[in-house]
């Protein structure tokens, strides 16, 4: 009886490890298929830099069309927007958002794209510039603000480390045990803003911020003025998109405080800035900036295109049922979908792809990432891989 | 007798075996359900396999050959066949029953988990593989016929440990005196694992070869059959002549 049953365990096992890898190898099998099937789709677009050409692209300066590549074996080069090196006596002076960090002996300064140093390696860390301003560090734990010529504009003093750049000249820092921000370029400081989480750009003059409360699935977010202070009564917000066009997607939580959340309605549409909202969309989960006269409106089991003045102009079914998570950032995801120049970056749930004006695809949606690159360019990104492609 | 043989070896490393394939299950139910604790707590869940499969080899290819229980394994009516296949088939057994696992861990991460950090993994080498050229009919055959290339390397890992011990006596009779026991089993892993790494850095230098990757491949690995039926034989012919429990 024992001897039978060993043989049925030992069957089994076999059986069992013989059956998943033939599943496996079907189901590995389907997916490179599907790789193969993409790259046969490739060919059909005019590719600036191929997918597998270089390790990764990352766009300096959109506006001159200027592209740091890096390849395989840790070497950086600066392309144009024909995927050609740039010559390196190209003079850089112009844009200070085009310095880039390098590292020399353990320490870290700032160069142009054509190697010649701004700021010599000093710093033990040394994060990007935005509008022209930096946070350093000295010794990883005092850090504090340089400008694109390397001066010392901001040193926070207290809690140092945990110096925070919001937006170009705006910083998050500690003063007496107080979180507050200030504008690096006029010094001036804000009250206490301890109790906002994260911001984001809102555009039109607005920050969006989200508090460090929540209840249910609501993670209230003020609007705040260039003075951090909050817009339009102190209205809290359960999602905030970005303006564009003079409209920006909210998600009013009308009658509910910090105090008082118990009974509120959420109003959802596209509000002016005056805080009133012009547009309804009743069951929208996120709405994308208005460019072009359109924008991209997500529900949950169609993505529709709307006008300014609230109509559908047409609607796309998205691979997977879309749902906000709490925690997801939505602005984040959606940021680079919007109309430009008669197209449109969609995410239909999985992955990015390219609409014209009707909906119909011009890049079917298989790529990780897609962000616009210049008039008529997308950086793109394809399982691991990174590419330029020109629009035709 | 074989059959005998190997039920005998498997009960001799069910508990060791037992623990390991759960925590296979928990490792690999962490890559899909668990993403945080599959990407911080990967090492410590292995560890308890890493530790179990030395605690089995040590109990298959030591202590009941060479140490205490090696009287009584001595004095059963096995022959030199019984006792080498009972023991590789054993071993076997494991390896076999741990691979659906961990296909399965893979694939369930690959469509389920939040994190994505092993479907960024797996397009990225698919990928990889694809765009060198590598059909995905070659790719899909590869990975279908895995348990029998696992068998394969079962076998050879499971006669190595037992060609091992006499081997080293043969060839350095003063180094065998010293490394006894605890040690013997250790050294021989640690010769497999330099083997197995060895392997793997030539595999990752030839693998955009081609066509000539495969037949280096099918070379290397007609090479390494021959190898193990070789130790097979050598061992065979030790348990049944040469076999001392001493």
């Known amino acids: 009886m024992k001897k039978s049953k060993t043989k049925i365990f030992i069957l089994f096992v076999i059986a069992l490890a013989v059956c998943t890898s033939v599943f496996a190898g079907i189901f590995f099998y389907s997916i490179c298929s599907s790789i193969l099937t993409d790259r046969q789709n490739f060919d059909d677009l005019d590719w600036t830099v191929r997918l597998n050409q270089y390790e990764g692209i990352e766009a300096l300066d959109t506006n001159r069309e200027l592209y740091m590549v890096s390849t395989k074996d840790d070497k950086n080069y600066l392309i144009d927007g024909r995927g050609k090196k740039v010559p390196w006596e190209l003079d850089c002076k112009e844009n200070s958002d085009i310095l880039i960090a390098f590292s020399q002996d353990d320490k870290w300064g700032y160069k142009y794209p054509d190697g010649k140093i701004v700021i010599a390696a000093k710093f033990d860390e040394a994060y990007d510039f935005d509008d022209g301003y930096a946070k350093v560090s000295k010794n990883g734990t005092d850090y504090f603000v340089i400008d694109d010529k390397g001066r010392t504009v901001f040193e926070p003093g207290e809690r140092a480390s945990e110096l925070e750049q919001i937006s170009g000249k705006f910083f998050l820092f500690y003063k007496a045990k107080h979180r507050s921000v200030i504008n690096v370029e006029t010094g001036q400081v804000t009250e206490d803003v301890g109790f906002y989480d994260s911001f984001h750009d809102a555009g039109e003059g607005m920050f969006a911020a989200k508090t460090d409360f929540a209840w249910d699935d609501v993670e209230p977010m003020f609007l705040l003025s260039r003075s951090f202070k909050p817009m339009f009564s102190g209205q809290l917000y359960n999602q905030i998109g970005s303006f564009g066009q003079g409209l920006c997607y909210v998600q009013k939580l009308v009658g509910a405080t910090e105090e008082e959340h118990e009974d509120y309605q959420i109003e959802n549409g596209y509000m002016n800035t005056d805080g009133d909202i012009v547009i309804k969309t009743a069951t929208a989960i996120f709405g994308c900036k208005f460019a072009e006269g359109r924008a991209l409106l997500y529900e949950g089991k169609r993505i529709c295109c709307i006008d300014q003045s609230g109509s559908v102009l047409f609607s796309l079914k998205p691979a997977k049922t879309l749902e906000k998570k709490l925690g997801e950032d939505f602005e984040y995801r959606y940021s680079q979908c919007y109309f430009r120049n008669g197209k449109a970056i969609v995410y239909d749930g999985k992955f990015y792809g390219l609409i014209d004006e009707d909906g119909n695809w011009v890049i079917q949606p298989v790529f990780d990432e897609m962000t616009y690159a210049g008039t008529d360019k997308l950086l793109v990104e394809y399982k691991g891989m990174s590419g330029m492609i020109r629009l035709k | ?246």
Request: charged content about 10%; proline content about 3%; aromatic content about 16%.
């Open chain 2, 1 to 246: 007798m074989l059959m005998k043989s190997i039920e005998m070896n498997i009960r001799m490393i069910q508990n060791p075996m037992g623990v390991s394939l759960t925590f296979f299950v928990l490792l690999a139910a962490s890559w899909t359900f668990m993403p945080l604790l599959g990407l911080f707590g990967t090492f410590f869940l292995l560890l308890v396999p890493v530790i179990c499969n030395y605690v089995a080899y040590n109990r298959l290819f030591n202590k009941s050959l060479y140490g205490e229980e090696a009287g009584v394994y001595a004095a059963l009516p096995l022959s030199g066949r019984d006792i080498v296949l009972g023991k590789v088939f054993a071993m076997m057994l494991w390896e076999t029953a741990a691979w659906p696992i961990f296909l399965l861990g893979i694939i369930g991460s690959y469509l389920y988990s939040d994190l994505g950090l092993i479907r960024m993994g797996i397009d990225s080498l698919l990928t990889e593989l694809v765009y060198r050229g590598v059909s995905p009919l070659t790719i899909g055959l590869l990975i279908g016929v895995s348990t029998v290339a696992l068998a394969f390397y079962s076998f050879l890992s499971g006669v190595y440990m037992l060609w091992f011990r006499f081997a080293l006596k043969k060839f350095t009779p003063k180094l065998s005196k010293k490394v006894k026991g605890f040690f013997n089993v250790l050294l021989a892993c640690l010769v497999l694992g330099i083997i197995r790494l060895g392997t793997e850095y030539f595999v990752q230098g030839i693998w955009n070869l081609g066509v000539a990757l495969f037949l280096i491949l099918a070379a290397v690995h007609i090479l390494l059959g021959i190898a193990a039926w070789k130790m097979y034989r050598a061992s065979v012919a030790y348990f049944e002549t040469g076999y001392s429990p001493m």
